[in-house]
């Protein structure tokens, strides 16, 4: 069964300085795709940024990267040069092989990030 | 573009009354998803859906029910609301192969059964 599991309830940051938001999943899969998504106190889930488990290189999104530990199964998203509009929650989520029928799409808890001026 | 669109956006329910949210994308989209969040937590699936006329069973789908008649339809019931089902129900697609790297998300559907 696939599980997704982010241990920080919350984090605090200074402005302008990077912040590391963890996430570790579990899956048999050999293929599968690991996704970043913001959520602002407005409601909307935004894309962050995406990374396939047979993408040989971190993913990078301006000041976002994805800090991809295969073995340790583990997806941390970096978030570099913090600005205030960074406070959000923060949600990891896990996808199975998207060649097959089975398409499932989990997230964590999430981890409500606040930047501080 | 419209994208994913959900409706209603808010509704107020009684307990035991039924209800429907439709999701309705334009995207030609293979994959859709049901979820609720309640205040606070993350998003925890309730069906999905990988084509048209399937559905399969998300981590909460117990008093839920789910319809994919239509490619870009897919909609989630309520058969006899419950308080616990006071919610935040997102809706989302996605395509096939690298066009599933992108998943998009509606405006939520705020949900409150009193």
């Known amino acids: 069964a696939q599980k997704i599991t982010q241990t920080q309830p919350g984090m605090f940051v200074q402005e302008k300085e990077a912040v590391t938001l963890d996430c570790t999943y579990d899956?048999?899969?050999?293929?599968?795709?690991l996704f970043w998504y913001k959520q602002p106190s407005s409601g909307e889930m935004i894309f962050l940024i995406y990374?396939?488990?047979?993408?040989?290189q971190n993913a990078t999104e301006g000041r976002y990267s994805l800090n991809f530990q295969k073995a340790r199964k583990s997806a941390n998203l970096v978030i570099s040069a913090s600005q205030l509009g960074d406070s959000a929650m923060y949600f990891c989520?896990?996808?199975?092989?998207?060649?097959?029928?089975?398409?499932?799409?989990?997230f964590g808890q999430g981890t409500t990030l606040q930047v501080k001026p | 573009n419209a994208g994913v669109t959900q409706t209603p956006k808010f509704r107020v329910l009684k307990t035991g009354q039924s209800m429907t949210l439709l999701c309705a994308q334009d995207?030609?989209?293979?994959?859709m998803y049901w979820y609720r969040q309640d205040p606070g937590m993350g998003l925890r699936l309730i069906h999905y859906?990988?084509?048209?006329?399937?559905?399969a069973k998300g981590e909460v789908p117990d008093g839920y029910n789910v319809s994919r008649l239509k490619k870009q339809n897919f909609l989630l019931g309520l058969e006899s609301a419950a308080p616990s089902q006071t919610s935040v129900y997102f809706c989302?697609?996605?395509?096939?192969?690298?066009?599933?790297?992108?998943?998009?998300f509606g405006e939520g559907s705020w949900l409150t059964v009193v």
């Open positions: 899956t048999s899969d050999q293929s599968y795709g």
């Open positions: 989302a697609s996605s395509g096939l192969d690298r066009a599933g790297n992108t998943i998009y």
């Open positions: 859906s990988v084509g048209e006329g399937t559905t």
């Open positions: 990374q396939g488990s047979y993408d040989e």
């Open positions: 995207m030609n989209h293979e994959y």
């Open positions: 989520a896990m996808r199975g092989p998207w060649s097959s029928n089975t398409g499932k799409l989990i």
